[in-house]
């Protein structure tokens, strides 16, 4: 996948650091959350969530950006699924 310096142990900053652009409590966060269902979940979003990754040194190409549709699928890129 891309780089990432995540490791299982820090799944609980992963959680953070989206819950806190999703504006949403962390526990609301399991790996089958489908973002579209959150009220405040859009292309907005999607952007801010791609720079904020990208902050902690996890690569979201460009062409995947579109196929982000759960906690599931941000976990895949930071190498945690």
């Known amino acids: 996948m891309g780089r990432s310096h995540f490791s299982m142990t820090n799944i609980d900053d992963l959680k953070k650091t989206v819950a806190e652009i999703l504006e949403v409590e962390p526990a609301v966060l399991q790996p089958e959350t ?9 292309s907005v979003a999607i952007l801010s969530l791609i720079v904020a990754l990208d902050d902690l040194g996890i690569e ?3 062409h995947k950006a579109s196929e982000i549709r759960t906690f599931s699928d941000i976990m895949g890129f930071a190498g945690l699924k």
Not at 34 to 42: E, G, R, S
């Open 60 to 62: 979201v190409p460009q």
């Open 34 to 42: 489908n973002f579209y269902d959150l009220p405040n979940f859009d």
